[in-house]
């Protein structure tokens, strides 16, 4: 044994100890700063970090991590947190946690300092990123709230200036029936040449030639039948080969000059969108129950709804970006060999936090407090999907609850979500922001509730809203300003409970949103006698003057359809019949040949059985 | 270089008479072991110091690594298909499943074809490479040592600066 050998070895692994416990807080900290905000695509800053390493325990005091569409925002922060590192997972750079104890927990809070992080540039894709699915629908339903907001019903006028409202339009119709006139142009002159420009004609002029040299009369025995048979056979295939042309290619004629006239079909869809646009920009409403329940509240209950869409995009995001991690693989220089997993004991995720205790409070002082489990890289190593559910009422007994879970586990990711708001006072605040109802609040309660479902790209989802127990103050909004006011006032001052209902879905195809509530009805009743008739007024002027527009493009580009078509379809059938015509020559001669070989052949039987009879048998 | 003439001096030392045969085999055997199993494994940290705590001769342990990591790199694919049946064997399931439980052992990766069949081949071949090599520096002394002194290169290498250097220094030292 060599003594100074094991002092090295002692004095080597005091050394470890030693450095690893003075500069490794600092270290760990910095290093998860750096990769988390790399991540996050802004800053994580994290204070009064704190690592135990021979028990393993990790705390901080506070967590901020920067929303990097607005750097001076959080998109949530916590107080003070503690949690275990799992030991043997990290010999196999896994890091497990099983429990964390979460506290201080709040969203979108302000930041002090800008946060902030300039990704290093190894660090970036060099591609910009496709906006995602859940991105693409916020946009439409962001479009839809602004669409509502535009909507005004109580100031619609009939005398429009239609003229002046023209100049706003830009009447797309025109182009695009001339760009169609375009393509018809183009499609017909390719059917032209198709017609004019082959050598079908030609060739079946050559069978004819080789099948008019047979002269049926100069065949003397079946022999001879037979050469002439076989070499009308080769002809017989060519000119079967140009019949088969000729059936496939007017099949393709017929489909075509179909499409064609179903894309004039598209004129009148065009010149309807222009009409929409021309009342849009009049600001001319529709009048029926789903404009009036999508314009009361379709903005604020939509609102909601992309607020928390929003948030399931972030989990998809990160979600994704902690999946990616794991497909990660080390290079090796050697052949590194096969791994033999006698059990699944090792067979864990990259990163798995298996429950978060979580305490916090809302912007709105709620005390919210509960649990989130199995954050994961892998659900399929944890075979378990997020789950959270969360909870809590301040003072006033006004409760949230937000439930849901975040499953990869399936062939398709589907996310789904439950928020409950309810209790919450509606005392002097306004129940819509639509021009239709601006009268403040006496009394009432408020519900809103969110059930969201995301499965891979289909979404499904309902936000219910409900006042109970409220009275309009129709006193401080003084006299009303005119009929509409009126009648809308009338109509609603018995209503003491206003429940609304967004359906947002895209099952059965493109994104579809309907907002409806118990007073559209009451609304739609108060409007039909008078705005509605003003709406349609302006509506039918708009309507004429867009027509008067386009109706002499829309006539041309019909009749240049029409002639060109009956022209080529004459064309095409001339064509047909010259090539029938020859065609026909070529099976009555195979049909005269036939009967030939069969007459030539039935005299040599009859010549050989009355030679047989001759000799007596 | 000096570090280079340093090591080289060393080893010509220690083959001629300063380390015993059997201290010479044992080092040439653990670097060999490194050598031939992935150097990433826990059983080389454990090679590792038993080479500094054992009596072996570090320069020859530093030779058997270099020597059979060579080796190895050529006959890692055949320490694969060693390692293959050594974990397909029926006999051993129950044994590697328990010790696949056990963390320390898991440690060892030697669930991995190629850990596992350098290490065991690494062991065997240990068995007679230790008498040979002992036989081999036995030689050596007797009949080769005399013999390498008066090549050309090792008195070039004698003769040099560097040598001379490395000499005046070693005497201060001792």
Redesign the interface.
């Given at each position: 044994?060599?003594v100074k050998?094991?002092i090295?070895?002692l004095v080597v692994a005091l050394l470890g100890f030693g450095l690893s416990f003075i500069s490794v807080e600092g270290w760990i900290e910095e290093s998860i700063e750096e990769q988390a905000s790399i991540l996050n695509e802004a800053k994580v800053e994290i204070d009064g970090f704190t690592f135990d390493v021979f028990g393993l325990h990790v705390g901080w005091s506070r967590l901020q991590v920067t929303n990097p569409n607005n750097t001076m925002m959080n998109t949530f922060e916590t107080g003070e947190t503690e949690f275990d590192v799992e030991f043997?997972p990290l010999?196999w750079r896994k890091v497990i946690i099983e429990d964390v104890r979460l506290t201080g927990f709040a969203l979108e809070t302000e930041r002090e300092t800008d946060g902030y992080f300039e990704i290093p540039v190894s660090e970036e894709t060099g591609e910009p990123e496709e906006p995602g699915f859940i991105a693409e629908v916020t946009s439409e339903v962001g479009n839809e709230i602004s669409k509502n907001a535009q909507m005004e019903f109580s100031d619609v006028k009939d005398d429009i200036n239609v003229d002046s409202l023209m100049a706003m339009v830009n009447l797309q119709s025109l182009d695009k029936m001339d760009s169609l006139k375009t393509g018809l142009e183009q499609n017909y002159q390719n059917w032209n040449n198709t017609i004019t420009n082959n050598t079908v004609e030609e060739d079946v002029k050559n069978i004819r030639t080789t099948v008019e040299a047979i002269d049926i009369n100069k065949l003397k025995d079946p022999k001879q039948a037979i050469a002439a048979l076989n070499s009308l056979k080769k002809v017989t295939a060519q000119a079967d080969s140009i019949r088969t042309f000729i059936t496939t290619t007017k099949s393709t004629f017929q489909t075509d000059l179909a499409n064609s006239k179903e894309s004039l079909g598209s004129i009148d869809t065009w010149i309807q969108e222009d009409i929409d646009r021309a009342a849009n920009v009049a600001k001319l409403p529709e009048i029926n129950a789903q404009s009036i329940g999508t314009a009361l509240f379709g903005g604020s209950l939509l609102g909601d709804f992309n607020s928390y869409l929003e948030y399931l995009g972030m989990a998809r995001t990160y979600g994704s970006k902690l999946i990616g991690s794991d497909d990660e693989e080390e290079k090796i220089e050697?052949?590194?060999?096969?791994?033999?997993?006698?059990?699944d004991?090792?067979d864990w995720p990259s990163f798995w936090v298996k429950n978060i205790e979580l305490s916090g409070r809302t912007n709105t002082d709620i005390d919210l407090s509960g649990q989130v489990t199995d954050i994961s890289s892998d659900q399929e190593k944890t075979g378990k999907p997020i789950i959270f559910d969360l909870g809590g009422e301040d003072e006033n007994a006004v409760s949230l609850t937000v439930d849901g879970e975040i499953n990869y586990l399936g062939e398709e990711p589907k996310e789904q979500v439950k928020v409950a708001y309810q209790g919450f006072s509606l005392q002097s605040t306004k129940i819509s922001p639509s021009e239709l109802l601006p009268y403040d609040l006496t009394q009432g309660t408020g519900r809103l509730s969110v059930d969201l479902s995301v499965i891979d790209k289909r979404i499904e989802s309902e936000v219910e809203y409900l006042a109970e127990n409220i009275n309009f103050d129709f006193e401080s909004a003084g006299s009303p300003k005119n009929t509409v006011e009126s009648l809308i006032r009338s109509a609603i001052s018995d209503t003491d409970q206003i429940n609304a209902t967004a359906l947002i879905n895209n099952t059965s195809g493109p994104l579809n949103v309907r907002v409806r509530s118990n007073i559209d009805d009451l609304f739609l009743n108060a409007l039909k006698g008078t705005v509605t008739k003003e709406v349609e007024e302006a509506k039918r002027k708009i309507q004429n003057e867009v027509e008067g527009r386009v109706n002499d493009k829309k006539a041309e580009v019909e009749t240049f359809a029409r002639e060109k078509e009956a022209e080529l379809r004459s064309e095409y059938d001339k064509y047909e019949a010259r090539v029938n015509e020859q065609l026909k020559v070529v099976d009555e001669k195979k049909a005269e040949l036939e009967k030939k070989k069969k007459e030539l052949e039935d005299a040599i039987k009859n010549r050989a059985q009355d030679a047989i009879k001759k000799i007596g048998f | 270089m000096l570090l280079i003439i340093k090591y080289i001096a060393k080893l010509l030392k220690a083959l001629s008479s300063e380390a015993s045969p059997s201290q010479i085999a044992g080092g040439v055997i653990l670097g060999m072991i490194i050598g031939l199993t992935p150097i990433a494994s826990f059983h080389n940290l454990i090679i590792v110091v038993l080479i500094i705590i054992l009596k072996v001769n570090i320069g020859m342990a530093i030779l058997g690594f270099f020597v059979f990591s060579g080796v190895a790199y050529l006959a890692d694919p055949l320490f694969h298909s060693i390692g293959t049946s050594i974990l397909e064997n029926q006999g051993l399931q129950a044994t590697f499943t328990s010790m696949y439980d056990s963390e320390w052992w898991a440690m060892t990766r030697f669930y991995n074809t190629v850990v596992i069949g350098s290490f065991i081949s690494a062991v065997i071949l240990s068995i007679p490479m230790f008498p040979v090599t002992i036989f081999g520096v036995n030689q050596y002394r007797d009949k080769v040592h005399a013999k390498v002194q008066k090549w050309k290169i090792v008195k070039a290498l004698k003769g040099s600066k560097v040598y001379s250097i490395y000499q005046t220094v070693n005497r201060v030292r001792s």
């Open positions: 044994m060599r050998g094991v090295f070895i043997w010999l050697r052949y590194e060999g096969v791994n033999y997993e006698f059990t004991k090792y | -």
